[in-house]
Structures are given as C-alpha cells and as structure tokens.
C-alpha cells in the first residue's frame, strides 16, 4: 500500500468549514483518495483529529456567545475548564486503575449541573494521578466538558443567531462522537459522505429506527466496499452492528404496520444481513439480490 505522507489537516479544516456542495465534494474525493492510500495506522485516529478539528471551531463561537452572558452563566465555568485541560497527547491505551474509575466517573456526566456539582472531586482525582495517566484523562475529561457545553449551547446560540456552518459543524460532531462513543472511531471516516444536501456520517453507529431504508442499502454498501480493502475487518463492529439496526427497523414496521414502496427491499435486506451476521449464508454482497435492490438507491453500481 502507498504512503505517500501528505498531511490531511488541510482537507479535515475545509470538511469542517465549508457548506458548499463544489467545496465539499472536491474535500471528499481527496479524502478517499487519502484512504485509499494511506497505512491502516494513520488512519485509525483520524475520526479523533476530525472532531478535534470540529470541536475548536465550536468554541470559537460558543465563547463569543457566553462572552455576552451575565458573568454567573455556569456554563463559563466549563469554558474555562477546556482551555485549562488541554494536554499532551499520551499514545497507548490508559493502565492505571485509578484513571480507568476516573473515566467510568467521566463518561456518566450528562448535564452541566452534573458536571458542577462533581467537578472538585473529579480535578482532585485528576491531579492525583501519574503524569501519563493524568495527561489521558484530562483529555478525556475535556471531550466530555465540550459535549456538555455544545448540548447546552449550541441550540440556544443557533435559536437567537442562526448560522447554518455551525449546524454543519455541531451534526458531524456529534455523529463522530457516537461513533467514538460506539467503540468505531477506526472506521468513522470511511462513513463520511455527502447526501445531497449536507456532510454526515451514514453508518450503523449513527443512524436510529427513523433512517430510511435507502440510507440503510446505503450503508450496507460501504461496509460491503470496507470488506473489499486492504483494512482490519470488525464483523461485529460493522455487520452485527447494522444488523441490530435493521433488527429494530424491523420491529418497529411490524408495531405500526406502516409498510410502503420499500418494504419489500428493507425485509430483504434484515434476512440477507442476518444470514452474513449468522454467518449461515454468503455474505450479503456476494447476493445478486442485493445489487439488484441497491441499484434502485445507488446508480454507480
């Protein structure tokens, strides 16, 4: 495989920046083309550098908006907290078993007040840690601190101001970070696409029971394309987890007994799924059925 070391920070701040259907098309095809030649190992942190990229630009305009809140706005008190735990980056997984309670106590934060109401304990857990423990953690603790901030802000900035960057900002954001959250920050990037109308992440990690089954015969797709490449393959990261998908797709048409055009294309996929998961069949992409009914969703077939 290729390495042909050329820095993808460049099209990562045009992914995040830009709205423009030319712009962000012409930043996707050098994205592929940056996958398709690049090592396994440079591209496992990308998803991490994308929503760091994201998450900067966020603040930029969450800190504009709280500089013109009353100085009691709590959530300044995060906005501090970021700036403060910015930290080198530690390679390697976190071993110590004080840091991993940290992180278990970091991860169950839901709400700012959650957040204030533990935030001495937790700095006075940090501090106490080892220097590449404490390094890890706090920039755990710092992802966290602006997924709070942006849940608790970015609404309201975009009810008074709207700007439809930050939209596009705040979607990809979130949608790496469940994909960060679901264990496939590895495989996000592949998942990146243009809809049409706006730059998303079209994968079993993002999607709910509401997507539609174009968008699932679509992502079927490129997990079938991930299993063509030259990358580690996670059969119950990418199939068991579109599979689940399906699976409540499924239940929820037989609750409401809401069939249409493509049902018929959507049951297909659940059975041609479940054979691949089970592994009791062919893989779903080997099946003529299946190409037949992408085909109606997808035209470069």
């Excluded at 501090?127 to 942006?150: C, G, H, I």
């Amino acid at each position: 495989m290729k390495d042909k070391r050329w820095s993808i920070l460049p099209v990562l701040m045009t992914l995040a920046s830009a709205i423009s259907v030319q712009v962000l098309t012409s930043a996707l095809a050098m994205m592929r083309n940056f996958l398709r030649d690049t090592p396994w190992e440079r591209i496992v942190p990308l998803a991490r550098q994308f929503r760091d990229v994201l998450e900067r630009f966020l603040l930029d305009r969450v800190e504009k908006f709280l500089a013109e809140q009353p100085d009691t706005d709590e959530r300044k008190q995060l906005l501090d907290d970021w700036k403060r735990l910015d930290c080198p980056v530690v390679p390697g997984p976190c071993t110590d078993a004080r840091a991993d309670e940290l992180l278990t106590e970091i991860s169950a934060l839901n709400r700012v007040e959650d957040y204030l109401e533990r935030r001495d304990d937790l700095l006075a857990e940090l501090a106490a840690l080892p220097e590449a423990a404490r390094n890890q953690a706090a920039l755990t603790l710092r992802s966290k601190v602006a997924e709070l901030l942006f849940y608790a802000t970015v609404p309201e900035m975009q009810k008074f101001n709207f700007d439809p960057v930050t939209t596009h900002q705040f979607r990809v954001w979130t949608e790496l970070t469940n994909c960060i959250n679901a264990g496939a920050e590895a495989y996000a990037i592949y998942f990146l696409c243009f809809d049409g109308m706006k730059l998303r992440i079209l994968s079993p990690w993002t999607l709910t029971a509401d997507a539609t089954v174009e968008e699932l015969y679509l992502t079927a797709r490129i997990i079938a394309r991930l299993h063509q490449m030259d990358i580690p393959w996670d059969h119950d990261r990418l199939v068991t987890c579109l599979y689940h998908l399906l699976d409540l797709k499924v239940r929820c048409l037989m609750d409401h007994g809401d069939e249409d055009a493509d049902t018929q294309e959507l049951l297909a996929l659940y059975a041609m799924l479940g054979w691949t998961e089970r592994d009791e069949f062919r893989s779903y992409w080997e099946l003529p059925r299946f190409r037949e009914n992408l085909s109606k969703y997808y035209k470069e077939v």
